[in-house]
């Protein structure tokens, strides 16, 4: 007998989504999950495109740890975590670590004004039709905005944090990415 989890009215995701309170987003619940190297799952493959056009592939990753944060601009807890990420981006550049928003609503000028609102210099892709987001879920399904997920070397999720990032739980995520 197999059970569909998330799906019952006991899922506080699935609560939120109902209550119909118009708050404009699903509160992640905070968790954060880190994997061994011996339970992660295949790399991750996906293309997305900047909003100046350029196009991202997955496979352009290799040896680099990667962190993508999924948002958009009138998400509240995004607007929290944005000065968080971009500290830890310019922290971690030096190392080689790659950084990516993941805008899953906003057009290019909501996008960029939320980006120079808050000091975000590492670029996002566009993912109004969920490619990104679907992409994403075959691995470690981001249920929440914002969602953050840490790739290791071999382009594998090693962590994701559901809902507002800590920054110093963020950094110890990347370190381990790092060290791992």
Do not use: H
Not at 74 to 93: K, T
Not at 139 to 151: G, I, R
Request: aromatic share 8%; hydrophobic share 40%; with cysteine.
């Amino acid at each position: 007998m197999s059970t569909l989890a998330g799906c019952g009215s006991n899922d506080a995701l699935a609560q939120q989504a109902k209550a119909g309170d118009n708050k404009n987003y699903i509160a992640g619940d905070g968790s954060v999950t880190e994997y061994a190297p011996s339970q992660r799952t295949p790399p991750v493959v996906l293309t997305g495109e900047l909003y100046d056009g350029t196009v991202i592939d997955s496979t352009d990753w290799a040896g680099r740890v990667v962190v993508l944060n999924f948002w958009y601009a009138a998400c509240a807890p995004c607007r929290l975590e944005a000065p968080r990420l971009e500290a830890l981006w310019e922290r971690f550049q030096p190392d080689g670590v790659e950084f990516y928003g993941v805008n899953i609503r906003d057009e290019e000028q909501a996008a960029a004004a939320f980006e120079r609102t808050f000091g975000v210099t590492y670029p996002s892709m566009q993912d109004k039709n969920g490619g990104i987001l679907l992409a994403m879920a075959q691995y470690v399904p981001p249920q929440a905005v914002p969602s953050t997920l840490v790739l290791d070397r071999q382009g594998r999720v090693a962590s994701r944090i559901l809902g507002l990032a800590d920054q110093g739980i963020l950094k110890t995520l990347i370190v381990s990415a790092l060290d791992g």
